[in-house]
């Protein structure tokens, strides 16, 4: 039986990523996925210039469907103060990219094939058994040996098997999903708006556009299913004069808000990463964008190690590198969940002064356009 330098479980975006980085000819890496064909998983993610930079590095990206973002205009309804903040102020040609999740999925998986990495699809890790020379994977009868186990399969067989301690917390609200025609065609141009219901992200996808909208989940649910002309009154009287008329929606779906955070993402010969360590509200698009950086900052620690890949000082090392873009992630995001969903009166005041000072002020801007392309590594 082989023994693997690594296995990744979990071929999602993050975990294929990974297998495609360390990829090697001196190396036994195995990605293992329980999928046995592509998903149908509706979620449009936005990715930002960062991460076009790390899809680059590995030369994905020319094979992938983007549509750019070039400017992202923040609102707030029954509030004043708006921000803009635009590509051109960067010194960039594009703030970030629109894109599928089946497309990410198609294009990684079909590389990983070609890679040398084992790619063992149909098949589900359902326990492991941590020795002290390797760990021990096993999907029903059959078995996997490796010096160091990846997980970064969104977070359910980490959680099941009790690997680390997890802070959780479950927020009320669902997201629903849907594609949405405006009235104008899409240019370029993403809207975040904050609403009485929740917040509300249009993306631009293609001539159409991603709509992210935060419901209560009675709410969420019958939006789900109303009749189209409903669903179209109630989505323009939320985008109100501020934003185009919405005039068609389709593909409506719903997904539960989780914040969950790995302690500590490490254990022995184990590694959380992706949404397998730290699952965030999607209120600013940076799940994806958080999880492909910690899969090239594990990649990094590994192909600089001859040795053996489970070597403690190696995930310490690891962790190290991860804590303050993985911290400051998930607290951001969780304290503008908080901060833009309250209705009270003197805090809308407060949001619409934060939001106007922003705008008044470029060199906040910047910076907080930095953070949200690059990460908080400084
Ligand atoms: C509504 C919504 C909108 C979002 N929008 C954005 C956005 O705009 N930008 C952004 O950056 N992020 C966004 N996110 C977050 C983003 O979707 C996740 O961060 C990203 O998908 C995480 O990728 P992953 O590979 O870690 O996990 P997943 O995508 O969950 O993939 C896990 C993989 O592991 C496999 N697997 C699971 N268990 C096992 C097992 N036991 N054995 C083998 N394989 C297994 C699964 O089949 C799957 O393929 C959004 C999330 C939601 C819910």
């Given at each position: ?6 296995i990744v ?5 993050v975990?294929a990523?990974?297998g ?9 890496v ?8 592509q998903?149908?998983?509706?979620r449009?993610?936005?990715?930002s ?8 590095s ?19 309804q029954?509030g ?16 970030g ?12 998986s ?15 890790i ?8 390797r760990?021990?994977?096993?999907s ?12 970064a ?5 980490a959680?099941e ?17 849907a594609r949405i ?6 240019t ?5 708006r904050f ?17 992210v ?19 179209l ?5 939320t ?11 389709h ?20 590694v959380?990463i992706g949404?397998?360590?730290q ?28 040795g053996?890949?489970?070597d403690e000082t190696?995930l ?19 304290h503008l969940v ?9 805090i809308s ?19 907080i356009s ?6 908080w590594?400084?």
């Open positions: 039986m082989t023994e693997f330098d690594a479980i979990g071929g999602g975006p975990g990523m990974l495609l980085m360390l990829a090697s000819p001196c190396r036994s195995a990605v293992i996925e329980a999928r046995s064909s998903s149908n998983d509706s449009i993610l936005a990715l210039w960062g991460t076009r930079l790390i899809f680059e590995l030369n994905l990206w020319s094979g992938l469907p983007v549509t750019p973002i070039k400017r992202i205009c923040v609102s707030q029954n004043f103060g708006r921000v803009h903040f635009t590509s051109d102020e960067m010194g960039l040609p594009e703030l990219y629109v894109v599928r999740y089946v497309d990410i999925e198609r294009m990684v079909t590389e990983l094939r070609k890679s040398g990495v084992e790619f063992i699809e149909g098949t589900r359902d326990r492991l058994d941590p020795g002290y020379s760990t021990r994977l096993y029903g009868q059959k078995r996997f040996d490796t010096h160091l186990a990846v997980f399969d969104g977070g359910k067989l959680e098997q009790r690997l680390v301690t997890m802070n959780e917390k479950r927020y009320a609200e669902l997201a629903l999903v025609t405006l009235e104008v065609p899409a370029g141009e993403a809207y975040e609403t009485s219901n929740g917040p509300l992200a249009l993306l631009p996808s293609g001539s159409e556009y991603s709509l909208w935060v419901l209560k989940p009675d709410e969420a649910e019958a939006y789900r299913t109303m009749h189209l002309n409903e669903f009154i109630r989505l323009n009287r985008l109100d004069q501020a934003l185009p008329v919405a005039i068609n929606a593909e409506r779906a719903v997904f539960p808000l989780l914040l969950r955070e790995a302690v500590v993402p490490v254990a022995h010969r184990v959380l949404n397998a360590a699952t965030l509200h999607p209120v600013a698009g940076q799940g994806f964008n958080l999880g492909i950086r910690d899969a090239r900052d594990l990649a990094g620690v590994l192909v600089q190690s001859h053996d890949w489970g190696l310490q090392a690891y962790v190290a590198r991860r804590r303050a873009d993985s911290g400051a992630g998930l607290w951001w995001t969780d908080e901060w833009f969903g309250s209705q009270n009166f003197m005041v407060g949001r619409g002064m934060g939001l106007s000072a922003i705008e008044i002020l470029p060199g906040l801007r910047k910076w930095r953070k949200m392309i690059f990460g590594q400084g």
